[in-house]
Nanobody
Framework: QVQLVESGGELVQPGGSLRLSCAAS??????MGWYRQAPGKERELVASIRPSGNTIYADSVKGRFSISRDNAKNTVYLQMNMLKPEDTAVYYC????????WGQGTQVTVSS
């Protein structure tokens, strides 16, 4: 079972930027995704990336977020720009579709 560890979340002001990282304990050959769960809401897919590098994004983050992966380091990144208060959530990574147990996630809070 591969373990997933997310990091990089913090409190940031609206309009700011953050870069999240997801380190996997083993090699993952499938598509990877970043998901988020806001208080009182269901977890949702934010972005995904295929092993080839092709990406898809939720409409709410298109043009602001960018997902990437470093297969040599078994790491997936999420660059988040122009952050909005509605981006506040716990962010998780996993395969797409979901296969592994969820990690602890990393909290992103966008507030002035």
């Amino acid at each position: 079972q591969v373990q997933l560890v997310e990091s990089g979340g913090e409190l940031v002001q609206p309009g700011g930027s953050l870069r999240l990282s997801c380190a996997a304990s083993g090699t993952i050959y499938s598509s990877m995704g970043w998901y988020r769960q806001a208080p009182g809401k269901e977890r949702e897919l934010v972005a995904s990336i295929r092993p080839s590098g092709n990406t898809i994004y939720a409409d709410s983050v298109k043009g602001r977020f960018s997902i990437s992966r470093d297969n040599a380091k078994n790491t997936v990144y999420l660059q988040m720009n122009m952050l909005k208060p509605e981006d506040t959530a716990v962010y998780y990574c996993n395969t797409y579709p979901v296969y592994f147990d969820w990690g602890q996630g990393t909290q992103v809070t966008v507030s002035s």
